[in-house]
């Protein structure tokens, strides 16, 4: 796992520089199927991920958000998860919210994640059993235990929502593109908690999640159920990550709304 996560961390660093220098060069942006923004970057930055990681293990799966999917993936003992950039709405308003996450899956779970957020010059990492770090130091979830007056990374208009059975206490919101690297945030405690309850991708969650775990927080779905990786469908239901201390008061006010389960 260790030789893993320096490969991974080498290939995440060369590729949010590839990141950088394509922004300021200028951007191609166009929209997917589904309406999404694309660049020239996301598919730059996949190209040279799929061809650094697989030509020094050929025998692992890949999953990637610009790759399309091949099932045989589902057969691989290990394989890579892969946002080339996650959170390219930031990345094309010149905003520094975007990273670079690359995760090694194995057994349905991350077992090496990196969150290089480029642009601020963080680079979180984790092997399982290993800690979490940012940077190369040792990082630690925050000790808030009450949401009154947490620092919560999601929508303010969501929490302000009238159909809450039980009202939110007042907490201060802020916002970060990347999914992968709100997780980390939270894993190094520059914030409490992170929620999102829409529907997000393995290839969103994997390094983040095995970040925020071996720092000592706590990832999930809103009812609490533990992420599973490499499933025929990569969608994933929600996130909550948080604190260990808030983690179940989010739970408490989440695991009664009904949300359509990803495959």
């Known amino acids: 796992m260790s030789d893993d996560l320096g490969l991974i961390r080498q290939a995440a660093i060369e590729a949010g520089s590839m990141a950088m220098d394509l922004r300021k060069a200028g951007l191609k942006i166009w929209s997917k199927s589904g309406g999404s923004p694309v660049t020239n970057a996301d598919i730059a930055v996949d190209t040279l ?9 050929p025998d692992y799966g890949w999953l990637s958000e610009e790759t399309a999917d091949d099932p045989a993936r589902l057969g691989k003992t290990r394989l ?11 990345y094309i308003k010149d905003l520094p919210w975007f990273s670079v996450a690359i995760a090694v899956v194995e057994a349905g779970r991350p077992i090496s994640g990196i969150v290089h957020a480029p642009a601020v010059d963080e680079t979180y990492s984790a092997a399982r059993g290993g800690g979490a770090r940012l940077n190369g130091s040792l990082i630690t979830p925050s000790q808030t235990e009450a949401l009154q007056d947490s620092a919560m990374l999601g929508d303010a208009k969501m929490f302000a929502h009238p159909a809450w059975r039980q009202p ?21 405690g520059a914030f409490d908690a992170a929620l999102a309850l829409s529907a997000k991708n393995d290839w969103d969650l994997a390094a983040g999640d095995l970040i925020a775990a071996e720092a000592g927080a706590m990832t999930t779905d809103h009812t609490g159920a533990q992420f599973v990786y490499n499933r025929p469908s990569p969608l994933q239901t929600s996130m909550i990550c948080a604190t260990p201390a808030l983690h179940p008061l989010i739970l408490a006010r989440t695991q009664a709304i009904e949300l359509n389960r990803a495959g």
Request: proline share 5%; glycine share 2%.
């Open 49 to 57: 991920l799929k061809e650094r990681l697989l030509a020094a293990r």
């Open 80 to 90: 890579f998860v892969v946002d080339p950039i996650d959170g390219t709405a930031a």
């Open 168 to 188: 939110w206490p007042a907490m201060r919101f802020a916002t970060r593109n990347s999914i992968a690297y709100r997780m980390a945030l939270v894993a190094a």
